[in-house]
């Protein structure tokens, strides 16, 4: 199911979502797991520790997760070092992200550092300002915040394009938490400085009552079954107000080809996924591609891109 987005080739249109290869060490396997993309990271400009143990809670009985790593990181040098060694036969993304000790106001300059460490390994770069685990980095999102930073990283990015000659996409992962008026904020910048893709969404700080663990209470954000409603709502919103003018890349809770085609219709272009296989091991790779597979064959349309419009329009 090859799909061309960001004016990226990706053999398939199923990513492994940032946090699980923080450190760029594993991606060659997840590529040869089925996976058509990894996105790396997040990565910090200098390595740290991340929150102290315990910082990951299995919400067995609600096939969920809540963590609060805190962006545990090696740090850019030995990330980029690591991705130099390695090579991948899919595209990579990478998630930047600022350290904890790096003041709010000051952000920028640790993304600008990343974006100038990755760009020339990355086939995207992703900025995260959506973890809810280092203090005060969702502010981000907010008008002020989100149009200064993205104003001097679309800079350094055309800089950067002309310097190397190659253009690797921008994108924008955002949290599921916004109300209409913050979403429709962020929409006006991803336009107005041409953000290649948003990347929606993050894990939520949000707790549904359906949540029956007992590690429910724990703070963190929460990711898996529990957080794919809140996910594909939030797209569908973004997919309306975004025009379909700029890709989205789906994440939350998808862990089968029905997930997955939930998240196309509502607007994604791609998903990516991360506590599904943590449950379900990396057989769901595998299901749902051909899970994917099957309703394109009973479409009878010979492109995935072709069968998810034909599928929006007689949905919508
Ligand atoms: C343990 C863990 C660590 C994560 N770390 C990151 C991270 O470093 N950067 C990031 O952008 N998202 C991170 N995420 C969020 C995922 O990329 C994804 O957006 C979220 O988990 C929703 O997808 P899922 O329900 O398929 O897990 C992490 C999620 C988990 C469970």
């Known amino acids: 199911m090859p799909v061309t987005v960001m004016g990226i080739d990706f053999p398939n249109p199923l990513g492994l979502a940032a946090g699980f290869d923080k450190h760029a060490t594993a991606f060659p396997a997840f590529a040869a797991m089925g996976f058509g993309c990894i996105e790396l990271g997040t990565v910090t400009p200098k390595p740290q520790p991340g929150n102290p143990r315990p910082r990951l809670f299995r919400l067995t009985e609600d096939e969920a997760i809540i963590n609060r790593m805190g962006f545990n990181s090696v740090g850019l040098e030995q990330f980029t070092a690591n991705i130099t ?108 400085y041409h953000i290649d893709a948003v990347i929606a969404t993050n894990t939520t700080l949000q707790r549904p009552q359906s949540l029956r663990s007992p590690m429910a209470a724990e703070s963190g954000g929460l990711s898996g079954q529990p957080l794919k409603s809140l996910s594909t709502a939030l797209i569908a919103r973004l997919f309306r107000h975004l025009n379909g003018e700029v890709p989205i890349i789906g994440v939350g809770g998808i862990a089968s080809a029905d997930d997955a085609w939930e998240k196309l219709i509502a607007g994604a272009d791609l998903i990516q996924l991360y506590t599904s296989i943590i449950f379900r091991g990396p057989a769901v790779i595998g299901e749902i591609l051909l899970g994917l597979e099957r309703r394109l064959h009973q479409m009878q349309v010979s492109s995935f891109t072709e069968a998810v419009q034909r599928a929006r329009g007689t949905s919508l």
């Open 85 to 192: 060694t390695t090579s991948s036969t899919v595209p990579v993304g990478v998630n930047l992200g600022k350290n904890f000790d790096t003041p709010l106001d000051e952000a920028v300059v640790d993304y600008l550092t990343g974006l100038n460490a990755v760009y020339r390994f990355a086939d995207y770069i992703a900025i995260n300002v959506s973890s809810p685990n280092t203090p005060g980095l969702r502010e981000l999102q907010s008008r002020q915040s989100l149009d200064s930073l993205l104003s001097q990283l679309k800079r350094r990015h055309k800089e950067l394009s002309e310097q190397h000659g190659t253009y690797v996409p921008l994108t924008l992962k955002i949290a599921p938490d916004l109300n209409d008026g913050e979403l429709e904020q962020i929409v006006d910048l991803v336009m107005r």
